[in-house]
């Protein structure tokens, strides 16, 4: 079993950062893809940003290249959502997940493919205002 927590959602003006973090804990071996999606009301799931944890792979959706970086400290088992240049469509909740099993390369941990996003943390509510 992999647990997520994630914690750094807030409320900023337009422009501003936030920093997500994403701690994995529990049987973290058993997975080497972390990505971050988001949920606002009324919309769909939307990936935002997956990492290869083994191959410190990042991948990006378009709507995001450019502000914001994934990244991971494997000491503290913690993946990284640093947002920056934030607008009011932004606001969503954030959920990090991870993959259940290994994904046999870092470049198909990324939205382009299927991948079995089968752990999920809680969220974290982030909301930028104009």
């Known amino acids: 079993q992999v647990r997520l927590v994630e914690s750094g959602g807030g409320s900023v003006q337009a422009g501003g950062s936030l920093r997500l973090s994403c701690v994995v804990s529990?049987?973290?071996?058993?997975?080497?893809?972390v990505g971050w999606f988001r949920q606002a009301p009324g919309k769909e799931r939307e990936g935002v940003a997956a990492?290869?944890?083994?191959?410190?792979?990042?991948n990006y959706a378009d709507s995001v290249k450019g502000r914001f970086t994934i990244s991971q400290d494997n000491a503290k088992n913690t993946v990284y959502l640093q947002m920056d240049t934030l607008a009011p469509e932004d606001t969503a909740m954030y959920y990090c997940?991870?993959?259940?099993?290994?994904?046999?390369?870092?470049?198909?941990?990324?939205?382009?493919?299927?991948?079995?996003?089968?752990?999920w943390g809680q969220g974290t509510q982030v909301t930028i205002s104009s």
């Open positions: 990492i290869s944890t083994d191959e410190n792979n990042a």
């Open positions: 529990g049987y973290t071996s058993a997975t080497n893809c």
């Open positions: 997940a991870a993959a259940a099993g290994l994904i046999n390369s870092g470049d198909y941990c990324s939205f382009s493919f299927f991948v079995p996003f089968g752990y």
